[in-house]
């Protein structure tokens, strides 16, 4: 049974805390930065909020659709025996691993930011170019950048998203994980980033890091629950 994409929506969902804090303040910028008529317009409003975080959430499935292309090879490498064993063991490490950074018991998992920065000093002058955003292309072209924000949490994602065999299950994985972070990341630009005090709550991100460390037990425990490939050997006709 492969629980694999509700698993990465659950942790987009549980990662509000952080998704809140890192994203909160671009989030209510992007608000205000919208003109006054628009922002009384609550539908309107709501459109564009939309918009900006559908180009984010595309940027993560593009993203993992270019990771997901890797699972083949480390299938290949590590036998698809007890390989797909190893990859299972290790997008659930990988899950343990973001809920300590979220309990900010880990806060040195958000090196791997480096990683994406020299990407992003081409694409964040683009994302300039964008504003002032008036359109709903606009808003889209603009959240597709914005998806390329370094970000410890995302990036650790990505690197679970090497275990999958392929860019379309790399891709649902990382769209899965995106929609999860929708409704909080959307919730503060509707209410202009007053949500980002709550998620500084040390309290709370310790108890929705450990929600997201228990998800990564159970599925070192019962590791059907990230199926993280359905890879079969080719079969030869021999005739």
């Known amino acids: 049974m492969d629980l694999s994409l509700p698993l990465?929506?659950?942790?987009?969902?549980?990662?509000?805390v952080h998704c809140i804090g890192m994203c909160g303040g671009i989030m209510g910028?992007?608000?205000?930065?919208?003109?006054?008529?628009?922002?009384?317009?609550?539908?309107?409003?709501l459109l564009f909020l939309l918009a900006y975080n559908s180009g984010r959430v595309l940027s993560y499935a593009a993203a993992g659709a270019l990771i997901g292309l890797l699972g083949g090879t480390l299938l290949e490498a590590?036998?698809?025996?007890?390989?797909?064993?190893?990859?299972?063991?290790?997008?659930?490490?990988i899950m343990v691993l973001i809920g300590l950074h979220v309990a900010g018991w880990l806060p040195r998992l958000a090196q791997v930011e480096r990683i994406g920065?020299?990407?992003?000093?081409?694409?964040?002058p683009?994302?300039?170019?964008?504003?002032?955003?008036?359109?709903?292309?606009?808003?889209l072209a603009y959240?597709?950048?914005?998806?390329?924000?370094?970000?410890?949490?995302?990036?650790t994602m990505l690197i679970s998203t090497a275990t999958k065999v392929g860019p379309l299950s790399?891709?649902?994985?990382?769209?899965?994980?995106?929609?999860?972070?929708?409704?909080?990341?959307?919730a503060t630009g509707l209410l202009a980033g007053r949500l980002y005090r709550y998620a500084n709550n040390p309290y709370l991100k310790v108890v929705v890091g450990l929600v997201i460390i228990l998800i990564g037990l159970?599925?070192?425990?019962?590791?059907?629950?990230?199926?993280?490939?359905?890879?079969?050997?080719?079969?030869?006709?021999?005739?």
């Open 117 to 124: 920065a020299p990407l992003w000093r081409r694409l964040e």
């Open 170 to 186: 790399g891709a649902l994985y990382m769209a899965a994980f995106g929609l999860g972070t929708l409704p909080a990341v959307v």
């Open 143 to 155: 959240g597709a950048v914005w998806g390329w924000l370094p970000c410890g949490l995302v990036y």
């Open 78 to 93: 590590l036998g698809p025996g007890q390989g797909h064993r190893w990859l299972q063991w290790i997008a659930a490490l």
């Open 126 to 139: 683009l994302g300039r170019r964008l504003m002032p955003v008036q359109s709903i292309p606009q808003a």
């Open 8 to 16: 990465a929506f659950t942790v987009g969902l549980f990662s509000a």
């Open 218 to 239: 159970l599925t070192l425990w019962f590791p059907e629950l990230l199926d993280v490939t359905s890879y079969q050997q080719p079969q030869i006709d021999s005739e």
């Open 29 to 45: 910028a992007l608000s205000y930065g919208l003109p006054p008529e628009l922002r009384q317009n609550s539908l309107r409003f």
